[in-house]
């Protein structure tokens, strides 16, 4: 038996030590928020926060995670920068099919929640590997995308669909 903290709650699981955190959440627990990508920590879709910083989930072996708190996409929303995070990417319309949505948003909410004002090279780095194959096709374009839902945790107004049409716009 594994006791964890997930989203605030205490769980207790029945799971082989060794088994990814990724498992645990979705077939142990039924949370299928977080996605399997690529099985080898690299796409970013099994994103998940550990004590507020994005791990990928698919190769965290479950016994390695010990009193850390695990935030997932289903109680990221339940974070002051998290909710804001979510809101602005439905305001701005954000264009994927949804997969790797959830990571994106992990990804992105820690790294408002370090670094309230990042810069180009921060979005950047944050979200270089939490990039679609389809739809948003490179760092600099969500790196756009990224600094709409800045605007808009800043409070300025953001035209989503103006900013979604100029993305769609560079794929094509």
Known sequence: ?????????????????????????????????????????????????LDGKPVRSCLLPVNAIGNRAITTIEGVGATPTGAKVQKAWLDLEVIQCGYCQSGQIMSAAALLEGTPHPDDADIDAAIAAVLAETGIASAKQMGQVMNGVKAKLAGARVDGKALSEKVRARLQ
């Open 1 to 49: 038996m594994v006791a964890l903290t997930i989203n605030g709650e205490s769980k207790t699981v029945d799971a082989p030590p060794d088994m990814p955190l990724l498992w645990v959440l979705r077939d142990i627990l039924g949370m299928t928020g977080t996605k399997f990508g690529c099985g080898i920590a690299q796409c970013g879709a099994c994103t998940v926060h």
